[in-house]
């Protein structure tokens, strides 16, 4: 199996930072795309921002400026750097990885289970 499992998450003021990380474990032969989803509360789930194995990235419009997304491929890692962050950015943030495991030869979606990033006014 792949088990990956978010940090960072936590409560900011408005015009504040976080740096979430995502780390992937398991039988992993290869990690394609990492991204970032949150969902706030009544809401559907969204794309923050996604990166590929080799390192090109796409944002929401929502977050483009202020977010950065990153990957180690050698941690398996994803890391979102959230910068200016705004009330409306309150959400739980999910990792996702379409991962490779040893031995198959079909790529699978995983899910983190979330971290909570609550931005105050």
């Known amino acids: 199996q792949v088990q990956l499992v978010e940090s960072g998450g936590g409560l900011v003021q408005a015009g504040g930072s976080l740096r979430l990380a995502c780390a992937a474990s398991g039988s992993i032969f290869r990690i394609n795309a990492m991204d970032w989803y949150r969902q706030a509360p009544g809401k559907q789930r969204e794309l923050v921002a996604g990166?590929?194995?080799?390192?090109?990235?796409n944002y929401a419009d929502s977050v483009k400026g202020r977010f950065t997304i990153s990957r180690d491929n050698a941690k398996n890692t994803v890391y979102l750097q959230m910068n200016s962050l705004k009330p409306e950015d309150t959400a739980v943030y999910y990792c996702?990885?379409?991962?490779?495991?040893?031995?198959?030869?079909?790529?699978?979606?995983?899910w983190g289970q979330g971290t909570q990033v609550t931005v105050s006014s």
């Open positions: 990166i590929t194995s080799g390192g090109s990235t």
């Open positions: 996702n990885a379409d991962a490779l495991r040893v031995g198959t030869t079909m790529t699978y979606s995983y």
